[in-house]
T-cell receptor, first 112, second 110 residues
Framework: GENVEQHPSTLSVQEGDSAVIKCTYS??????FPWYKQELGKRPQLIIDIRSNVGEKKDQRIAVTLNKTAKHFSLHITETQPEDSAVYFC???????????FGTGTRLTIIP | EAQVTQNPRYLITVTGKKLTVTCSQNMNHEYMSWYRQDPGLGLRQIYYSMNVEVTDKGDVPEGYKVSRKEKRNFPLILESPSPNQTSLYFC?????????FGNGTRLTVT
């Protein structure tokens, strides 16, 4: 099955600086990699995803990069703001996309 | 508007008392999934369903059952709950990954 590791588990960043969260996966057949943001007391929400036919995808201040050779993908948040404080989860499917394995989460705190 | 309705939001029960958590979606998705969320462990898939009457085990299916008699509803059943099933539960219709999680059910088993 798929094994997803996420680092770091906690991250504190000064407002305005960048934050990077990294995930590795084990199933070389995985081809879709979503990222979720979960604010305190709320449900996770999909914020960005990437497919294995591209190496990078951007959406305003967030971007995701994918290195299929090394089997890792990263979330980049630039110009961080207090509302970016949340727990972030990466995920990767087993090859057939039926079973999705999540990382254990990164608690991001933006320091004003 | 896309909606996933999960009930109840909070539930406290005792060991062994059967319970059902309901999940209903209005997006006509064939693929639905149940997850539990525990501190330090992230979200773990319990069961999923690719279509009506088609269900399969996720990573942590022990102690759970699901039912998919119609596309819209995907209830999670705990026949004999135990304290280690105290957790936060989410259902989600899916494409490649959860599109819209339900609001969650916080279950406490004493």
């Amino acid at each position: 099955g798929e094994n997803v590791e996420q680092h770091p588990s906690t991250l504190s960043v000064q407002e305005g600086d960048s934050a990077v969260i990294k995930c590795t996966y084990s199933d070389s057949a995985s081809n879709y990699f979503p990222w979720y943001k979960q604010e305190l007391g709320k449900r996770p929400q999909l914020i960005i995803d990437i497919r294995s036919n591209v190496g990078e995808k951007k959406d305003q201040r967030i971007a995701v990069t994918l290195n299929k050779t090394a089997k890792h993908f990263s979330l980049h948040i630039t110009e961080t703001q207090p509302e970016d404080s949340a727990v972030y989860f990466c995920a990767a499917p087993e090859g057939g996309n039926e079973k999705l394995t999540f990382g254990t989460g990164t608690r991001l705190t933006i320091i004003p | 508007e896309a909606q996933v309705t999960q009930n109840p939001r909070y539930l406290i029960t005792v060991t062994g008392k059967k319970l059902t958590v309901t999940c209903s979606q209005n997006m006509n998705h064939e693929y639905m999934s149940w997850y539990r969320q525990d501190p330090g462990l992230g979200l773990r898939q319990i069961y999923y369903s690719m279509n009506v009457e088609v269900t399969d085990k996720g990573d942590v299916p022990e102690g759970y059952k699901v039912s998919r008699k119609e596309k819209r509803n995907f209830p999670l059943i705990l026949e004999s709950p135990s304290p280690n099933q105290t957790s936060l539960y989410f259902c989600a219709p899916m494409l490649d990954s959860p599109l819209h999680f339900g609001n969650g059910t916080r279950l406490t088993v004493t």
